[in-house]
């Protein structure tokens, strides 16, 4: 049986789940919508999902809306607004690396995020969480790097992206985190409904409008699409949702450790959906995964 406090472990693992999905689809719409088009679809998709799953969580919870209080914006515009340029980033990777490969380096995510939530929020990690996340973050960096590989800017340049994406994710992680906490009077789960659905809505509101002004065509585009950008927006939503659920009991350095259970996933999707085979060095990586993100919840 899980208690309240403990239930970031499920809703980060079914979080990952849902976001390795849709990672997956995006990726399959970046060559006819562009790299900020496939950005733009989780936001501008997800965000009537987002008010569906705030409406039903105001029915079950009995809780009142209110605006948030001042200290809510600033947390929310540097989650809304790390995510889009964070998104893009790891798109752009994927566009040049395998999709498990990319993975592997957004998961460096998770000591980034350990720095950023000590620094912006305080929060406390234990000795043993921190050689979790050591553990861990080894890992991914095991399952990421490429022995002989070509070491020509061409292989540089989705290195760097995928890294700097992955600072933006910790960013955003800790940005909203920061939101959910500063949401008064609410049960957790209403807090981070609340805050993803304000935080969908900036940015859809900013991507759209950067769209429309220098892309127009894209947005059409996404319009023609809207089956599959439907079904990508709702996972997304979905996925979200859990994720904000896990903040909302935990530190975010908790959360995005954990959720290096994603690069478990993203093999399985590489390897039967792509047909990129695993190499004895990634599943090396995959075992000091498996341990670190033991350890974190052992702790």
């Not at 585009?221 to 996972?235: K, V």
């Amino acid at each position: 049986m899980f208690t309240i406090a403990s239930l970031w472990i499920p809703f980060t693992i079914v979080a990952a789940l849902g976001q390795v999905a849709r990672n997956a689809m995006q990726q399959s719409l970046t060559k006819p919508l562009g790299t900020w088009g496939a950005t733009n679809i989780r936001f501008l998709f997800g965000f009537p999902f987002s008010l569906l799953f705030l409406g039903l969580v105001l029915l079950a919870t009995g809780d009142h809306l209110s605006p948030p209080p001042a200290v809510f914006w600033p947390w929310l515009l540097l989650g809304a607004l790390s995510q889009i340029v964070a998104t893009g980033l790891m798109l752009l990777a994927m566009n040049d690396r395998s999709f498990v490969v990319t993975t592997a380096y957004l998961k460096t995510e998770a000591i980034q995020t350990a720095i950023f939530g000590f620094v912006f929020l305080g929060d406390h990690l234990t000795w043993l969480k921190v050689l979790a996340i050591m553990i861990a973050t080894v890992g991914v960096v095991i399952t990421a790097l490429r022995p002989g590989g070509d070491k020509s800017f061409a292989e540089l340049k989705p290195t760097i992206t995928g890294l700097v994406a992955a600072a933006a994710f910790a960013l955003s992680a800790v940005g909203f985190r920061g939101a959910i906490i500063n949401v008064p009077d609410v049960s957790f789960v209403t807090a981070a409904s609340i805050t993803l659905a304000l935080g969908l809505f900036v940015q859809t509101l900013v991507l759209t409008i950067y769209l429309l002004w220098r892309a127009p065509d894209v947005l059409r585009g996404i319009l023609r699409l809207w089956r599959p950008s439907m079904l990508a927006g709702f996972i997304g939503a979905f996925a979200s949702q859990f994720w904000f659920l896990a903040f909302a009991l935990t530190a975010a350095a908790n959360v995005r450790t954990l959720a290096l259970i994603e690069v478990l996933f993203a093999q399985a999707v590489a390897y039967y959906s792509f047909k990129q085979p695993i190499a004895p060095r990634e599943l090396a990586g995959i075992a000091l995964i498996v341990l670190g993100v033991a350890v974190l919840v052992g702790a």
